[in-house]
Each structure stands twice: as C-alpha cells, then as structure tokens.
C-alpha cells in the first residue's frame, strides 16, 4: 500500500515533464530520489515495530501536518476525473465527484479484518499500471543506451537550464510526507508491542497517553528484528516497484516526446493526446487506464492517511468516529478541485496539481525531521528504548532487560544528510 504513494499523478507529471523536456537524462534523480524514500520508508518501520507509535503519534505535541494530507489527496481527486475523462468523456466535475464514492467503500471496510483485501486490491490496480507501462515502454521503442546513460549523474542539472527545478520537482513528489505518516501506521497492525507471532494481525492498541514508558513482552525482543527486516523487504520489494513504473514514464515520454520534438508536454491530457496521435488510440487508451488506476490505489492512502493525522496529533481530543474524519479529509479535497473544474476547467486542475505538489514540498521537512530526530534517539537517547520484561521461573520475579533499538551511526549520518538535502531542495532552491 505504501508503495502506490510513489505513483500518484504528482509523480506523473514531473516525470512527464523530466522525459519530455530532457530525455533520459534524469533518470538518475528518480534512482536518488527512491533510494532517499527507502531509508525514510525504513525509519517508518522502525519507529512503528519498537515504539508502537505512528510518526504522528510521536511528535503530536510539535505540527499539524493537515494541509499536507489534503493537499495530497488533492492531486489524486484531480488525477482519477482527468483519467475518467480520458477514458469515457466524462465532464471534470463529474469526474470529481465519482472519485467521492471510493471513500465510501474505505469508510465501510477498512480496519484489521479487510486489511488483506485492501492489500489485495491495491495490488490489483497497481499491476494494471504496470502491464500498461510495459506495453507503452514496449510501443515508443526506446534506446536502451541512452537510458542507461540516464543512471549516470551528469552535470547538465547545473548547466542546463531547468533541469534542477525539475529535479527538485521529482524529488519533491516522490517523497511525500503522507507515507511516512501512513507507513508508522500501517506497520503496527502486524507488530503489535504485545504480539508474540510473526506477522500476526491484530487491532491497534489505545495509546492516547504517550508518556508511559515502552515496556514489552520478552518474547518480542528476538521478533522485533525480525519483524524489521521482513517488513523493510516487503518496503523494498514495493518501491522498486515503483521505482520502475517512474523510469517507465519518464522513459515513456523520453522516447515519445521528446526525440519527436515535442519538448512541451506540461499536462496529462497534452500526454494522452499526443500519445494517442503517435502510437495510436490502444497506446492512448492504456495511459488513460494506468493513470485511473494509479490515481484511485493512491487516493485510497491518501484518504487514510488523514486518518492518521488527526487521530495521531490530536488523540482523544478528537470527538469525531475514524469514517467521519476520512470523509472529512476527502471532502476538503474535492472543494478546491470541483472549484477549479466549474470555473477553471482543465487548465485550472493542472495548475491545482501544481500548486498541491508546492504546498506538500514545503511540508516535508517537518515530517522528515522528526522522524530522524526520534528514530536517532530522540535527544536524550530514550525515543528507541524498549523495556522487556518476563517472570522468572526459579522465584517468579519480574526480569528486565533495556534494550536500546536507535538508529546505527552509519543510518543516523545517512538520515541526516537525506533530511539535509530534501530540505535544502524544498526550501533553499
């Protein structure tokens, strides 16, 4: 689920826009980009399987990252009406409002006993993505070596004009601060602190007061690394994944675009257009298809996202039942985009787009930063520390043992410099 957050049609059009305007050549940002994901991705594991808090939980005392979610979800209500009027001439507004129903089967469904099935499905709609893209990458005939050159830093990212803006643009949608949130979460329904089984799922433990002290089963402290390591394989499996359907349409619209000489590809429907006059209306249709595809399996994260959000930063102070704040989330996501659709139209959607991947840029850091503050320790070296605990059998007292799980000097200095490059990229450029 957390690999779709990469796919979303933010993700789309920086990759459009990198391919079309520049070839191959930045490929490599997309490698750097990914890479950077999967240590944050980790950090989120880990802060999840030890702590038992999602990274909101954790630092509910510093932010609200709100605006940050539904800017997020923004792009992805605004991505599933353009691909529906791709696909079936559906008008905008109507195109927005239909992405509204797919909340309602969340609202419905989701919680431990349909986990697997949302899995399932979303790996459903992410396949239809790939088999698109394999297709597309197949039909615009790419030069493979020139796409390997692409993997090779080069330095027209400070010569050529543009193409740094585009680089912080892909980097800037790849990593969004609504996986971290959601990842923390997601990895606690199958590493309860007070789970003995691997992989075992079970409903989310009350942990409104975060004060207490993370005190644990003995038993776990042998299944917690465990537990990390599937679950980071799991998180690698599934960005790679993602990492090859961003190279695919950056290749994509390398190959289709930009050697034809249509370097001005801006937004999704110029794509599918040209995409359909070029290599024909399957070749159209199949773009369409894998950006409806896309846009819905990431909504779905989105949507819970915001979930996570509200519930981690305000607790209990928070009176309203988890459907009533997914519906919440989703509807302050389609007021703008409806908005823009009456008024703006096409145009006005793409820009929307835009203006959401801004808003969520300069978000980021204050996600990020946390995280590696609390996954390092915490400041006091207390944030990673587990208390295990178990009766002994010769005189039946309490036996402890403190074990401290923060991250290892290598991944603190890697986690910092990410974090120091990520915000330079957002802020400073």
């Known amino acids: 689920m957390i690999g779709v957050g990469y796919l979303d049609p933010g993700n789309w059009a920086t990759d459009l826009a990198a391919g079309s305007q520049f070839g191959y050549t930045l490929l490599y940002i997309v490698l750097l980009a990914n890479i950077m994901a999967t240590v944050l991705q980790y950090l989120c594991i880990k802060l999840g399987v030890v702590t038992g808090n999602d990274l909101a939980m954790a630092c509910r005392k510093h932010f609200s990252p709100r605006l940050a979610i539904i800017s997020t979800d923004l792009a992805e209500v605004i991505g599933t009406a353009i691909a529906l009027n791709m696909l079936f001439r559906i008008p905008l507004p109507v195109g927005v409002a239909l992405t509204s129903l797919d909340v309602l089967v969340i609202l419905a469904f989701y919680g431990k006993k349909h986990l697997l099935k949302y899995e399932a499905a979303v790996v459903g709609l992410i396949s239809i993505v790939g088999a698109c893209f394999v297709y597309l990458v197949t039909l615009s005939g790419p030069s493979w070596i020139e796409v390997a050159r692409g993997f090779l830093p080069s330095t027209g990212i400070i010569k050529q004009d543009g193409q740094l803006y585009i680089a912080m643009g892909i980097i800037g949608a790849t990593i969004m601060p609504h996986n971290l949130y959601l990842h923390?979460?997601?990895?606690?329904?199958?590493?309860?602190?007070?789970?003995?089984?691997?992989?075992?799922?079970?409903?989310?433990?009350?942990?409104?007061?975060?004060?207490?002290?993370?005190?644990?089963?003995?038993?776990?402290?042998?299944?917690?690394?465990?537990?990390?390591?599937?679950?980071?394989?799991?998180?690698?499996?599934?960005?790679?994944?993602?990492?090859?359907?961003?190279?695919?349409?950056l290749i994509v619209a390398g190959a289709a675009f930009n050697k034809t000489g249509h370097g001005d590809i801006a937004e999704l429907k110029d794509a599918y257009e040209l995409l359909n006059t070029m290599l024909g209306p399957l070749a159209g249709f199949a773009f369409a298809l894998a950006l409806f595809c896309a846009g819905q399996s990431s909504t779905i994260t989105g949507t819970l996202a915001g979930q996570v959000v509200t519930e981690g930063f305000l607790g209990k102070a928070i009176q309203f039942r988890p459907e009533v704040q997914r519906l919440l989330t989703r509807l302050l996501a389609i007021v703008p985009a409806m908005t823009a659709a009456l008024v703006s139209g096409e145009s006005g959607m793409n820009q929307l787009i835009v203006l959401s991947q801004v808003v969520l840029s300069v978000q980021l850091p204050f996600a990020i930063w946390p995280l590696v503050w609390i996954t390092n320790g915490a400041g006091d070296g207390e944030g990673m520390k587990v208390r295990f605990t178990k009766n002994s059998e010769e005189d039946g007292e309490i036996e402890e043992q403190i074990v401290d799980f923060s991250n290892t000097t290598w991944l603190k200095v890697a986690s910092i410099v990410i974090a120091i490059i990520i915000t330079s990229f957002n802020w400073c450029f």
């Not at 975060?210 to 499996?237: F, G, K, M």
Request: overall charge negative.
């Open 184 to 249: 923390s979460s997601i990895v606690r329904y199958r590493s309860s602190t007070l789970s003995n089984k691997l992989g075992e799922i079970s409903e989310l433990q009350d942990l409104d007061d975060l004060n207490v002290e993370n005190i644990q089963p003995a038993s776990r402290q042998s299944l917690i690394p465990e537990s990390l390591r599937y679950t980071n394989i799991d998180s690698v499996v599934a960005l790679t994944f993602a990492l090859l359907m961003n190279c695919a349409i």
